[in-house]
C-alpha cells in the first residue's frame, strides 16, 4: 500500500492554483505522522520546481523539503518524490518552451544532489493528461487549444523527465523512474470506431516515447509528424529511451470515454468533433450498457503491451463514502487477481490523502468545492475517515468486511445512466473485451427498485412516516445502501422487548433513529408522551445496541440551548433548555451516550427540504404563491438546515465510526422572517407580503430560543445556507 498527497500546482493565465496550500499541508508537518500510522510503506511527495526554485537551484528554499523528507526518512516511508505535478514550471517558462526540459532537469540534480538517499522519482506526473488540459483543451496555462501545441507540450515535459533521470543518475544511478499517466479506454459506436482506435493509441504516447517504442511504423509517428512535429526530435526519443522503472495508471471512473455521431441524444455541451466528422463526447460510464473497462483490464492491457513493473498510482473517487471504500475494494482485488496471475504489479496508491479542491471544475477557479479523501479537512485537524481504517486493515493483510462493501458501486448500477444504453454489440469493443468486473446482482438492476433489506446487515432506519426517515429511505436508495425502514407499528424504541425483538430479526450493522416525539408546543400539555418517545425510547435503544454491538445515530436539537448566547453554540457549549421538548432531547443526550457510548448523537436545526410539503420554506412559498401574506418571527434566530445535506453527512460520519455530539447545519444563520423574505425573492414572489414580528406575538405555548444558531468544533460539513437554498430551488419536487 503507498499513498499520495494531492499536491497539483497548476497555472490558469498569471495565478496558480496550488493545492497544498488549499489542503493547509504546507504549514502542517504533523500530517506524515498521520499518514505513517495508516501502515503505508511509500508516499508519492511533491519537492515542486515552482516552489522550491522558481528562480533556479542556486537560490532555491529547501527548508520545506528538508523537514518533510527527513521525517519521512525516520518514519520509515520512501517518498517517490515529484518535481512537476499538472504544472507548466516558473513564470519565466511553459510546456512550449525549450528551456522547460533543461531548467526541469537543473532543479532533479540539485533535488538528487541533496537528496542522495532518494531513489524514486516523479519528474513529470501525467504528462499525456497535463499536455491535453494545457495544449488541446486550453484549460491551463499556456493555454493551446490546437494539436500542434498538444504535441508540444507533451515532448516538452518527456524531454523534461529523460533529461531529469539523466541527471539524477550522475549522483544515484540506482535512482528509479516511477512514471504515471491518467490511463482511459474509448469506446463508440460503429461510425466513430476510426476516432476511438485513434484516442486508444495516443493514450500510450508518454509510455511509448520514454521507452523509445514510438519509431517510423508505428501509426502515431505518422500522426505527430504531420501535425507539425519535426522527425529529428522523435529521432531523439530512441536515442535517448528512458523506460519507466515502474508504471503508474491513474485512473478515475470517469476517465473512459464514448463517442457517439447520434448528437441528439445528448446534451449541447457534450458536442464536439475532429474536422472531418461532428460527435459526442461522453463519460462512458453514463451510456456504456456494459460499463467502464475497469481496473483489471487497464492493468492488464498495461501488462501486455510493455511487460514492465506497474503501480496503481491513484486511488481516489470524489463521492460519498461507501462508494469512496467500495472502489478502493474493486481496485485492491483487481490488483490481487492481476498478481495471482503473474503480473508485476507492486502496489496500489490511496490517492489525495487530504482531500482535493476544485477539480470538479479542473482547478480552473477557486469555488472552494472539497473532495475528502482518506482524511477529511474540514474538521480542526485532519480527521481519518473510514477509508483510513480500511487502508489500516489492507495493510495488515486483512480484507475490510463493512457489510457496504458487499454492494456494487454505483459504476455498476443502472443508477449510472444518464443517456440511453448502448449495447457493446454497436460500440466498438463487441464480443471482444467483456468486463470481468461486472457482476451485479438483480436488486441493483434499477435504480426504481430500493436497495432493502437483501443485504444480511442491513441499515436499520426508524421513522418511516417523518420527513427525516422518509429522506434517509430516499438517500440510501441513491447510495446503494440496504435498509430496512420501519414504522411505529413494526417497533416501539420504547419498549425494550419490541427493540431487542427487531434487532436480532433485522441483524442491522447500525441504527438510524429518526423518530420521535416533534410536536414543540404540544409537549408543553403531553410532556409525559413527549419524553417517553424523545428520551425514554432512544435510551432503550442505545441498551439494546450497546448489547449487540450495533453502531446507532441519533438527532437532538438546537432547542437544548436557552439562546442567550451571541456566537454559535458548539457542541461542548452547556445546555439549558426552555421547554420540555428540549429537555427531553438533553436526556436522550445524556442517556443515549451513557448506555452506548460509541453511539453518534447529531444536533440540528429548523429542516428544510426538497421532498417534504411542511417545511418552512414550502409552507412560506405556497402561502404566498395562494397570494396571502405569511407571517413569521424577525427576532429569532436559527441555523437552517437542508434535509438531504444533513442526511449525507451523517450517514458519511456513522460509516467513518464517528461518535459523540455532532453540530450539523448549513453555515449562516438567519432569522425566520429573514429566511422566508430570500425564499421569497428566489422564487420570484413579492417578499413584502412578509410579515415580520416579534416570537412572543405568535403566542406559542412553548418558548423558544432568541438565538439557537449552531456552529461546530468538530467540524463544519455542510455547504453554505445561501448555497443549500439555490439546491433547494432546483431539487424541489413540491408543487406550490
Known amino acids: 500500500m503507498w499513498a499520495g498527497v494531492e499536491c497539483t500546482v497548476n497555472r490558469v493565465g498569471d495565478r496558480y492554483f496550488n493545492q497544498l496550500e488549499r489542503n493547509g499541508h504546507k504549514t502542517r508537518l504533523s500530517d506524515l505522522n498521520l499518514f505513517a500510522e495508516l501502515g503505508v510503506s511509500a508516499i508519492r511527495y511533491p519537492i515542486l520546481w515552482e516552489l522550491t526554485a522558481p528562480d533556479g537551484p542556486d537560490s532555491a528554499d529547501w527548508s520545506w523539503a528538508d ?151 508505428r501509426p502515431m509517428w505518422q500522426y505527430l509528424c504531420k501535425v507539425g512535429i519535426p522527425e529529428a526530435e522523435l529521432e531523439w526519443f530512441l536515442e535517448n529511451p528512458c523506460p519507466p522503472d515502474i508504471i503508474g495508471i491513474n485512473h478515475y471512473l470517469t476517465s473512459d470515454r464514448f463517442l457517439d455521431e447520434r448528437l441528439e441524444r445528448y446534451p449541447q455541451w457534450t458536442h ?134 458487499d454492494v456494487p458501486g454505483w459504476w455498476h448500477r443502472n443508477q449510472r445512466l444518464l443517456y440511453p444504453p448502448v449495447a457493446e454489440s454497436n460500440g466498438t469493443e463487441a464480443q471482444r473485451h467483456k468486463n470481468p468486473e461486472t457482476h451485479l446482482s438483480p436488486q441493483y438492476l434499477s435504480t426504481s427498485t430500493p436497495v432493502r433489506s437483501s443485504s444480511p446487515r442491513p441499515l436499520a432506519i426508524i421513522g418511516a412516516r417523518g420527513t427525516l426517515g422518509k429522506a434517509f429511505a430516499r438517500i440510501c436508495d441513491i447510495r446503494g445502501i440496504p435498509y430496512h425502514l420501519l414504522n411505529r407499528q413494526e417497533l416501539d424504541i420504547a419498549h425494550p422487548a419490541s427493540v431487542k425483538r427487531v434487532l436480532a430479526e433485522l441483524k442491522p450493522w447500525a441504527v438510524v433513529n429518526a423518530a420521535g416525539y416533534v410536536r414543540v408546543d404540544d409537549a408543553e400539555r403531553e410532556p409525559d408522551a413527549c419524553l417517553r418517545e424523545n428520551a425514554v425510547g432512544p435510551a432503550t435503544l442505545a441498551a439494546a445496541c450497546a448489547m449487540q454491538k450495533v453502531a446507532l445515530l441519533t438527532f437532538s436539537s438546537d432547542l437544548v440551548f436557552d439562546g442567550t448566547g451571541v456566537a454559535p453554540y458548539v457542541e461542548s457549549d452547556a445546555v439549558a433548555p426552555l421547554n420540555v421538548y428540549g429537555r427531553s432531547k438533553v436526556e436522550a443526550e445524556s442517556q443515549v451516550l451513557k448506555f452506548h457510548p460509541s453511539s453518534l448523537v447529531v444536533r440540528t436545526s429548523a429542516f428544510f427540504g426538497p421532498w417534504d410539503e411542511y417545511n418552512f420554506i414550502t409552507m412560506a412559498l405556497r402561502t404566498l404563491a395562494a397570494g396571502k401574506p405569511f407571517i413569521a418571527a424577525e427576532d429569532s434566530v436559527v441555523s437552517p438546515t437542508y434535509v438531504p445535506d444533513l442526511v449525507n453527512a451523517s450517514l458519511d460520519l456513522l460509516i467513518d465510526s464517528e461518535n459523540g455530539l455532532w453540530h450539523i447545519a448549513n453555515p449562516g444563520e438567519s432569522s425566520w422572517a429573514d429566511l422566508a423574505r430570500f425564499a421569497a425573492k428566489k422564487a420570484g414572489f413579492d417578499a413584502t407580503r412578509i410579515e415580520a414580528c416579534p416570537m412572543q406575538a405568535l403566542r406559542l405555548l412553548a418558548p423558544r430560543p432568541i438565538y439557537s444558531v449552531l456552529g461546530s468544533e468538530r467540524g463544519v460539513l455542510l455547504p453554505s445556507l445561501e448555497n443549500a437554498i439555490a439546491r433547494y430551488f432546483q431539487e424541489s419536487k413540491i408543487s406550490l
Open 67 to 217: 523537514e518533510r523528507l527527513g521525517r519521512l526518512r525516520e518514519l520509515g516511508i520512501r517518498p517517490i518524490v515529484g518535481l512537476v505535478h499538472h504544472g507548466s514550471g516558473p513564470r519565466h517558462t511553459s510546456l512550449v518552451n525549450p528551456t522547460f526540459a533543461s531548467g526541469l532537469a537543473q532543479f532533479a540534480e540539485a533535488v538528487a544532489q541533496r537528496y542522495p538517499w532518494v531513489e524514486n522519482y516523479t519528474p513529470v506526473n501525467e504528462p499525456l493528461t497535463t499536455a491535453r488540459f494545457s495544449g488541446l483543451y486550453g484549460h491551463w496555462y499556456p493555454h493551446g487549444r490546437d494539436s500542434l501545441t498538444f504535441l508540444q507540450a507533451l515532448l516538452t515535459q518527456l524531454r523534461g523527465t529523460i533529461l531529469s533521470m539523466q541527471a539524477i543518475r550522475q549522483v544515484n544511478p540506482d535512482a528509479k523512474l516511477v512514471q504515471t499517466e491518467d490511463l482511459c479506454k474509448v469506446f463508440s459506436t460503429p461510425q466513430m470506431a476510426y476516432q476511438a482506435e485513434f484516442e486508444n493509441e495516443r493514450r500510450w504516447l508518454s509510455f511509448d516515447l520514454l521507452s523509445g517504442r514510438l519509431n517510423p511504423d
Open 272 to 405: 464536439g468533433g475532429n474536422g472531418r466528422q461532428q460527435y459526442a463526447d461522453v463519460e462512458a460510464v453514463r451510456v456504456r450498457a456494459e460499463g467502464i473497462a475497469g481496473p483489471y483490464t487497464l492493468i492488464k492491457e498495461t501488462w501486455e503491451r510493455y511487460g514492465l513493473p506497474i503501480a496503481v498510482t491513484e486511488v481516489h473517487h470524489g463521492c460519498t463514502r461507501e462508494e469512496q471504500l467500495r472502489w478502493v475494494k474493486e481496485v485492491w482485488e483487481a490488483a490481487t487477481r492481476l498478481r495471482s496471475e503473474g503480473i508485476d504489479l507492486r502496489a496500489i496508491t490511496a490517492w489525495s490523502l487530504l482531500g482535493s479542491y476544485d477539480w470538479t471544475s479542473l482547478v480552473t477557479k477557486d469555488n472552494g468545492h472539497y473532495e475528502p479523501g482518506v482524511f477529511d479537512l474540514r474538521s480542526p485537524e485532519p480527521r481519518p475517515t473510514a477509508i483510513a481504517h480500511m487502508l489500516r486493515e489492507l495493510a495488515r493483510g486483512e480484507m475490510p468486511h463493512h457489510p457496504l462493501l
